[in-house]
């Protein structure tokens, strides 16, 4: 399966874990690129000394490609994180937020490619322009911080914006190879898919967190600022409910992601095993959790999706013309 993706970035699925914060760490990273898809590194939620170390552990494990993640709208971490990249082996930086223009520049001086995660077509082309070299256009139906377009409006619209120039990403609710297959006939060149890879062995996490995904339908998240202070789609429960009645009492990010920390109920980034209190707790989540019933390691993911993408488009080809 061959896009402009796949043949950008030297792999062999067009298949990219999102960089989650708190749960996209070596292990998962390099076990998604061995497959042959590309691993996404959630730094956002690392502490500084964390990020060079798990970047020497996923090259223990693989050789391949993988891309690091990181949240540019926090005070300095960029500049403190950038030259880890770099000197960190990776072949991609994506940045939630927006990259800066001097920090796409030096990237590409150290053959870094640069991705930009977009909620809105006015954010691709702006990305497009300042020298990004792909970008994720990302549904209100992702799990995490998101926007307020769907996904099947965005992605269409995102390339014919800026397709033509750069490979485009689909991301949110997409989670088997029915997304992929989906994507590929909007026009996009790859998915961008977390919440699925959450529910796997291989994927960090605290006590509850894979159980409640399991246990989720496709109607229980709720776009929130009641963790971060920023929109963020989660698991609904009772601390996003007391926001909900409470609107006043929200901070503005990034103090209200300080204050759901202070509180006991934001633990992303903590070990697997960490004991929260589930009907409280931060899980980040997108729409397509419903389909979610088992945990799948994560290579078995990555292969499921492309033979599954395949079969849908090798029927799809098999239609009559009229």
């Known amino acids: 399966m061959r896009t402009r993706l796949t043949e950008m970035f030297g792999i062999e699925f067009p298949v990219m874990l999102a960089g989650m914060g708190g749960v996209s760490y070596h292990e998962l990273v390099a076990a998604v ?3 042959g898809g590309i691993g996404t590194l959630g730094a956002s939620t690392m502490r500084e000394h964390e990020l060079p170390e798990e970047m ?17 709208a926090l005070p300095d971490q960029v500049d403190k994180g950038i030259r880890t990249v770099i000197d960190g ?20 001086k150290n053959n870094v490619l640069v991705g930009s995660m977009c909620g809105k077509v006015k954010h691709a082309v702006a990305a497009v322009a300042s020298g990004c070299d792909f970008v994720v256009a990302q549904g209100t139906e992702a799990g995490g911080h998101t926007g307020t377009v769907a996904t099947m409006a965005l992605v269409p619209q ?12 689909a991301a949110g609710g997409l989670y088997d190879g029915r997304g992929l ?13 977390g919440t699925r890879f959450i529910a796997t062995p291989e994927a960090r996490a605290v006590n509850g967190y894979k159980d409640m995904l399991l246990a989720t339908s496709e109607d229980g998240t709720t776009i929130s600022r009641a963790y971060t202070g920023k929109t963020c789609r989660v698991v609904a429960n009772e601390w996003t409910r007391h926001y909900e009645k409470n609107p006043a009492d929200l901070k503005p990010f990034p103090q209200q992601a300080i204050a759901s920390m202070q509180a006991g109920v934001n633990h992303l980034g903590y070990p697997t095993g960490t004991e929260v209190d589930a009907a409280r707790e931060f899980y980040p989540a997108g729409q397509g959790v419903g389909a979610i019933n088992e945990l799948v390691p994560a290579a ?23």
Request: charged share 25%; net charge negative.
């Open 300 to 322: 078995e993911l990555v292969r499921r999706i492309v033979h599954e993408a395949e079969t849908v488009l090798s029927r799809i080809g098999k239609l009559p013309a009229r």
């Open 56 to 72: 020497r552990l996923v090259r223990e494990r693989t050789q391949k490609p993988f891309g690091v993640d990181l949240l540019t």
């Open 181 to 193: 297959a989906a994507a590929l006939a909007l026009g996009a060149d790859g998915v961008w898919i």
């Open 33 to 35: 690129s061995e497959a």
């Open 89 to 108: 082996g990776a072949s991609i930086f994506v940045a939630g937020l927006g990259v800066p223009r001097e920090v796409i520049d030096l990237l590409h």
């Open 158 to 169: 995102v390339v014919d914006a800026v397709g033509e120039q750069v490979p485009v990403v």
